[in-house]
């Protein structure tokens, strides 16, 4: 055991790579090992910077005699039969998550989790925080990953979180952590017990500290439910777009207030002015925003980033209209909550395009507004019987297809002037995508071909 030597990276993806050149930068003898291909930009990064890799495969022995310590990437399953054996030799591993806080003991963490609305948020908040003048990071779930953003040090760091991450995590601690949302997503990693989920979210303030912070909507009775069943004891500060609070952040005739415990409320700012529209961004605001207060960014930093904040790419990011048909990627919409409120936020006919890996989702809360709103679906992907079978006595027309150019063209022949055409797909990119911004991108390219098709003699 004292030949034990190496910090063994498992995955080469974004996660992994980052880890590894932390590691590398702070002298320390790294190899990544990946069961499947690694991307040619991710091997590019390790080849420059003389990193050993392995791909298409994990040598055991290696893993087993040599490391000193295991860093798994989130998307690996810990019910595969290498975590089981790693666990067996006792190995330490610890998630990148770890890894790269354990390299910035004095930069303050913002975590942001939920099953929807993580980037946005933590895009927001970063546009809120940088405009303050505050020296920081983004990172995480978005873009690069913590480890990388770590190897040049923020005072401070926004990162999205998942719940992959998070399992991964035995200690990751953050200054302020937020829940969002839960809502049923990914059960399939949860042996489909939405029970097992909820503790995954709410690792990420198990781990606080009394003089920590804790962020919560009080609106999700999910989350409620967890209050009782976990230990929390970080300050804790609610959100609500429903109910006035004593304590946190919440709208009232159209304002949103702030409030201290035994504080008078403050005045933020008036729902009406802001550009994004709908609950669920009102959600991402007012969290963002409750954030902000309580860091005591200036109201005018506030106000003024918020206004100027743009839809994200493949969240209801508006393509083109084509002859009075509108295009809309929402590529990112990968559970059903999120589908909910992209169909509810649009007014006109919907030709909805859905599909792909399903992860345990409950279709039942989209019945309402399909019925109201949806005139026909185009179901993307390879396995979408359980999808096709929920929605057939629901929708008349309903198509079928695993090629985008054919999703968009047969969504578009459907098509009236005043209709939309809706990416919207509840599911996982993965049974023919390599992520959903793949799925988006080629989504948008389609659009596109098809604009110039139709309007080449214009």
């Not at 590398?24 to 291909?37: A, E, I, P």
């Not at 000193?68 to 998307?75: A, R």
């Not at 546009?127 to 990388?148: C, D, P, T, W």
């Not at 929708?395 to 578009?412: D, H, P």
């Amino acid at each position: 055991m004292n030949k034990k030597k190496l910090i063994i990276v498992l995955g080469g993806g974004e996660s992994g790579v980052g880890a590894a050149l932390l590691a590398k930068k702070n002298g320390l003898n790294v190899f990544v090992s990946d069961s499947g291909s690694i991307l040619k930009k991710y091997k590019r990064v390790l080849l420059d910077n003389g990193i050993y890799f392995e791909e298409k495969g994990h040598t055991e022995s290696v893993i087993y005699k040599k490391a000193s310590l295991i860093i798994k990437s989130p998307g690996i399953s810990r019910k595969k039969k290498l975590i089981n054996k790693i666990n067996l030799f006792k190995i330490p591993m610890i998630s990148e998550l770890e890894f790269g806080k354990k390299y910035l003991k004095d930069s303050y963490i913002i975590s942001i989790t939920g099953s929807n609305g993580k980037t946005t948020t933590s895009s927001i908040v970063y546009k809120i925080l940088k405009e303050e003048g505050l020296h920081v990071g983004l990172a995480g779930n978005i873009g690069s990953s913590f480890s990388r953003k770590a190897i040049k040090k923020k005072d401070i760091y926004v990162l999205e979180v998942s719940s992959f991450q998070l399992d991964d995590s035995s200690n990751f601690r953050s200054n302020i952590a937020v829940l969002l949302n839960i809502t049923r997503d990914h059960l399939d990693r949860y042996n489909n017990d939405i029970e097992n989920y909820i503790s995954s979210k709410f690792k990420i303030a198990t781990h606080q500290r009394k003089e920590d912070i804790f962020i919560y909507n009080y609106d999700s009775h999910l989350i409620r439910k967890g209050l009782k069943n976990h230990i929390i004891l970080s300050k804790c500060f609610p959100f609500s777009i429903r109910k006035k609070l004593n304590v946190g952040a919440y709208i009232m005739d159209d304002i949103i207030f702030f409030r201290e415990k035994g504080k008078k409320e403050k005045m933020i700012m008036n729902i009406k002015k802001i550009p994004l529209k709908g609950d669920h961004n009102l959600y991402n605001i007012i969290a963002s925003i409750l954030i902000s207060c309580l860091l005591y960014v200036k109201k005018y930093t506030i106000q003024r980033s918020v206004l100027e904040f743009k839809t994200l790419e493949h969240r209801m990011e508006k393509v083109l209209n084509i002859n009075g048909v509108q295009f809309i990627n929402d590529s990112k919409a990968t559970n059903v909550n999120s589908v909910f409120y992209a169909l509810k936020s649009v007014k006109s006919p919907i030709i909805w395009i859905a599909g792909g890996k399903d992860k345990g989702n409950d279709y039942r809360e989209l019945v309402p507004m399909v019925k109201k709103k949806v005139k026909s679906i185009i179901f993307l992907g390879k396995k979408n019987e359980k999808f096709i079978f929920f929605f057939q006595k629901i929708i008349n027309i309903i198509l079928k297809t695993e090629s985008i150019q054919e999703a968009v063209r047969m969504a578009y022949i459907l098509s009236n002037y005043g209709d939309n055409i809706l990416l919207s797909p509840a599911c996982s990119s993965l049974d023919l995508f390599q992520d959903y911004k793949e799925r988006g991108l080629k989504f948008k390219q389609e659009v596109i071909k098809l604009f110039y098709e139709k309007n080449r003699y214009i």
